[in-house]
């Protein structure tokens, strides 16, 4: 896979030095606090079969974001949403109509990633950029530092000093700064711009 987070921004060494941390700590230091405080700062959302391209853009945003079961019902996928404590992202109106949708669910238009990511940061006060590509975009897991193994997996074209290597824990892959990365990037960039008014005249 050729995406990694990018290694500039206070913002990005902070959360590196979180998830390494996490997998340290023992649950009664206090740290825990400031990242349960992180963590639970950003909305974390479920989205259904049909948002599966936007669900892997929002892990891409480093937001935690799980994909509905193809196979689970809408009552099904709805008390996911619930036990999890998550909003379930939808294109399908019939999932809204349901009673325990109030106040959990939110219908998004169907197709365009950029009007889908309009009505988000419209809702939600999104920030696209300071927590990028520290989740897998897979399986949302997220991304820890890659051993000097895991190195060899990438292409030796793409192995550039400056370019950190990171590694999901969960299904072993190796995200760095290729092509891939630069249009995802691109996109969250224009969401980001999109939401605060940047560049606009």
């Known amino acids: 896979m050729d995406i990694t987070p990018t290694a500039s921004g206070n913002n990005h060494n902070f959360l590196d030095i979180v998830l390494l941390l996490l997998c340290k700590i023992k649950v009664n ?77 939110i219908q998004l238009p169907f197709g365009s990633l950029d009007l889908q990511a309009a009505v988000l940061s419209g809702q939600f006060d999104i920030d696209w950029l300071s927590h990028a590509f520290t989740r897998c975009l897979i399986d949302n897991t997220p991304l820890q530092h890659a ?14 000093p400056e370019g950190e290597l990171l590694v999901c824990s969960a299904c072993n892959r190796v995200y760095w700064r290729g092509s891939h990365f630069k249009r995802m990037l691109k996109k969250l960039e224009s969401w980001q711009e999109a939401a605060t008014g940047t560049g606009r005249t």
């Open 147 to 160: 051993t000097p193994e895991h190195a060899q997996q990438v292409p030796e074209d793409a192995r550039q």
């Open 29 to 105: 230091n206090p740290l825990l606090i400031i990242i349960d405080s992180l963590m639970e700062s950003a909305p974390r959302f479920l989205c259904d079969v049909m948002l599966a391209r936007l669900a892997r853009y929002l892990r891409a945003a480093g937001l935690d974001t799980t994909l509905a079961i193809e196979s689970a019902t809408d009552a099904e996928t709805l008390r996911e949403a619930i036990d999890e404590g998550r909003w379930l992202l939808t294109a399908d109106r019939k999932i809204t109509e349901h009673k325990a949708a109030k106040g959990r669910v």
